[in-house]
C-alpha cells in the first residue's frame, strides 16, 4: 500500500507530520518543537510520536553538535535512541538506533528525504553526495558565482541556513592572545590583541542586488559566531516582515571577549571598523557603483561604523542611512568635532535608537549611554548634534532588554520606523 504523508509548517519550522495514508481518517502521527529562541528554523529540540487515536506514544530528544548537526535522540529514560555520524559533505559514515530511519532530521538539522537521498533546506535541496545544490541559488550571484555550490566548499566552518546566504566575515582580522601575569598570591590576566591582515573578510559580495540597496547589520560585543548568524536571522527575518526590500548583509566580528575584557573589544571594534569593514564598503561600492548601503548596528557595533566613517582615508563616503540600537560608544566619541560628529558627514542621516532603561548599558557600559550625551530627553545642547542626527527613544518597547532588537514581540515598531529610511 502507497503511503501517504503530509507536512505542516509555520514559517520555516515543520511542526507536524500527517499520515494521510487513509485519507479518510489522517492523524498526526509526527510533532516537533523547535529552539524557540532562533526564529529561523535551525535545530529541533523534540520529536513525539502520536498514535491514531491522538494520545502521545513518547517524546524524543535531540543533541546537537557545535555545526548543529543531530547526533543523538535520547528518550525520557535517557537512553540513546539514536546515534549518527556524518563526514563534512553530510553523507551519514554511521547510523545506529531503534529511531535512527525515524528520525527524518539529520545532517545539519535539516529535513531528510529518504527516498530521493536529499536534504530540504526550505528554498532548495542539498545533495550530500555530491556535496552540492540540485538547483541554481534563488538570489542568484549574490550568493557568489558558483550557484550551486555549498557554503563556498567550506562545510566544516560554514552552515546554510535556508539556502540563502553566507555571512560577511571579519573574525580573522583581530586575534586575541591571552596572557596570565603571576603576581604574589595570585595570577592577574593580561588582555591584547595582534591584527591580521592578510584577510580581512571573508565572503563573497557576488552580484549587484536588483533590488539597488543593501543593508549592512553588524552585531555587538560578546557574541559567538553562532550567537552572530541567529542574531542575523532574526534581523532579516524582521526587516523584510517590515517590507524592507533591501538585500542584508550580516557582518561578524571577533567581538566575543569576556565581559571584564570590554575596553579590548573596543579597541577590536576600532580597529575591524578602520580596517575590514572599511574594505568590505570600499569593495562594495566599486563592485556596485549604484548600489545604495544602509548600516544598522547593534551595542558595540556602532563603534565599528562611527570608526570607518569618521576617518576620510578609509575612504567610506556616500552612506545612506545608518540606524544605531542602544549603542555602546565611549563618551568622547561624542564630543563636538569628533567621531560622531565627523561620521554624519559622509551619511544620509544617522539614527541613535535606544532605551533609557536599558539593563546592559546601565550596569557594565555607563561611560557609554550614548543617550546620556545626547540628553535623554533630547540632546541638550541641540546646537552640537549634527542636523542629521536623530534620536528614537524605543523605552516603551525595548525595556530592559539590551538585545530587544532581536525580539519579534518588541521590535515591531522599531522596524517600522526604521524601514521608512532603509529601503
Not at 517524546?59 to 539514536?82: I, P
Not at 526550505?122 to 550568493?143: L, V
Amino acid at each position: 500500500m502507497t503511503k501517504r504523508h503530509r507536512y505542516i509548517y509555520h514559517g520555516y519550522v515543520q511542526i507536524a507530520e500527517i499520515d494521510a495514508t487513509d485519507e479518510t481518517a489522517p492523524y498526526a502521527a509526527k510533532t516537533y518543537r523547535w529552539d524557540p529562541s532562533e526564529p529561523v528554523a535551525t535545530r529541533p529540540l523534540a520529536l513525539t510520536l502520536w498514535t491514531r487515536e491522538g494520545t502521545a506514544r513518547e517524546t524524543l530528544y535531540y543533541a546537537h553538535d557545535l555545526r548543529k548537526n543531530v547526533v543523538s535522540l535520547f528518550d525520557g529514560k535517557g537512553l540513546r535512541r539514536a546515534s549518527y555520524q556524518y563526514d563534512p559533505y553530510g553523507n551519514i559514515t554511521s547510523m545506529e538506533g531503534d529511531m535512527a530511519e525515524s528520525n527524518p532530521y539529520r545532517f545539519s538539522s535539516e529535513h531528510h528525504d529518504e527516498d530521493l537521498g536529499l536534504v530540504y533546506y526550505n528554498y532548495r535541496h542539498y545533495n550530500p553526495t555530491d556535496g552540492r545544490w540540485t538547483s541554481r541559488d534563488p538570489i542568484a550571484e549574490r550568493g557568489g558565482w558558483n550557484l550551486y555550490g555549498f557554503v563556498g566548499n567550506r562545510p566544516i566552518g560554514e552552515t546554510d541556513q535556508l539556502g540563502l546566504y553566507t555571512l560577511i566575515s571579519a573574525r580573522q582580522t583581530v586575534k586575541l592572545v591571552w596572557q596570565w601575569e603571576r603576581r604574589p598570591g595570585r595570577l592577574l590576566p593580561i588582555y591584547w590583541y595582534h591584527i591580521r591582515t592578510v584577510a580581512p573578510y571573508k565572503g563573497d559580495i557576488g552580484a549587484c542586488p536588483d533590488c539597488g540597496c543593501v543593508f549592512i547589520w553588524i552585531h555587538g560585543f560578546n557574541v559567538t559566531l553562532k550567537q552572530a548568524e541567529d542574531s542575523f536571522k532574526a534581523i532579516e527575518t524582521s526587516y523584510k516582515q517590515a517590507k524592507g526590500r533591501c538585500e542584508v548583509y550580516g557582518f561578524t566580528w571577533p567581538g566575543d571577549v569576556p565581559e571584564v575584557a570590554f575596553q579590548v573589544a573596543i579597541e577590536i571594534a576600532h580597529e575591524v571598523g578602520k580596517g575590514a569593514f572599511s574594505k568590505f564598503i570600499r569593495d562594495l561600492k566599486k563592485k556596485c557603483p549604484k548600489t545604495r548601503i544602509h548600516i544598522g548596528t547593534h551595542s558595540l557595533g556602532a563603534r565599528i561604523v562611527l570608526n570607518a566613517l569618521q576617518t576620510p582615508k578609509n575612504k567610506v563616503s556616500g552612506i545612506g542611512h545608518v540606524v544605531l540600537t542602544n549603542a555602546a560608544v565611549n563618551q568622547n566619541v561624542l564630543e563636538p568635532g569628533k567621531e560622531f560628529a565627523q561620521a554624519a558627514k559622509f551619511t544620509e542621516s544617522i539614527h541613535v535608537v535606544h532605551s533609557r532603561k536599558d539593563n546592559i548599558l546601565d550596569r557594565w557600559y555607563r561611560i557609554s549611554q550614548m543617550y546620556v550625551a545626547l540628553g535623554e530627553d533630547g540632546p541638550e545642547h541641540q546646537d552640537q548634534i549634527p542636523p542629521n542626527v536623530h534620536v528614537k527613544d524605543c523605552t516603551a518597547d525595548f525595556g530592559t532588554d539590551h538585545g530587544a532588537v532581536y525580539d519579534f514581540k518588541k521590535n515591531k515598531n522599531f522596524w517600522e520606523y526604521a524601514t521608512q529610511y532603509i529601503n
